[in-house]
């Protein structure tokens, strides 16, 4: 099918979310059956999505072919789904951190997507790292999703100076 609507849709009895990247091309996906592994190819100028099916649920990998010219946008649509975002470093840590002057590099956050009906989970979307061709990571990615006149904009930032140091494919 060609993803000219979504990327990715997960059902739960009544309730969907599905979400896309913002200005996404049309394209056909490839699919590797035998190690569950689903491949989008340039749906945004040099980047692509691969999706491999795990034990543990859906791993996802966003692959930059070269730096990205802007943050990268994803857009979703729900029915009957809400979600909620957790503060993995709250209250006491938090205070200790700021008290000896630490800095970290990014709030801890993740979003639970839940449908509203049954209060089931969908969707565990943890905190993103990156990680080059060469195996450098970066935790320095400001991630967040925010819900505005109807629209729900998952937004991706990653730190300037890793991507202009970063070992692309």
Do not use: C, W
Request: hydrophobic share 35%.
């Amino acid at each position: 099918n060609e993803t000219k609507e979504g990327i990715l849709q997960i059902e739960t009895e009544n309730s969907y979310l599905k979400y896309m990247l913002e200005n996404q091309s049309v394209t056909i996906p490839s699919i590797d059956e035998t190690n569950r592994i689903i491949t989008y190819s340039d749906l945004l100028p040099n980047i692509d999505l691969r999706y491999t099916a795990t034990e543990a649920g859906l791993k996802e990998d966003i692959i930059l072919k070269a730096k990205p010219i802007d943050d990268i946008r994803f857009l979703l649509a729900m029915k009957n789904t809400d979600f909620k975002k957790r503060d993995l470093n709250g209250g006491l840590f938090k205070s200790v951190l700021k008290f000896f002057g630490t800095q970290t590099s990014n709030d801890s956050f993740v979003y639970d997507f839940y449908n509203n009906i049954s209060d089931k989970d969908v969707l565990h979307i943890d905190r993103p790292t990156i990680k080059d061709s060469s195996g450098k990571t970066t935790d320095l990615i400001n991630f967040d999703i925010k819900q505005s006149e109807g629209l729900i904009e998952a937004k991706l930032n990653i730190n300037s100076l890793f991507l202009e140091n970063a070992v692309y494919p």
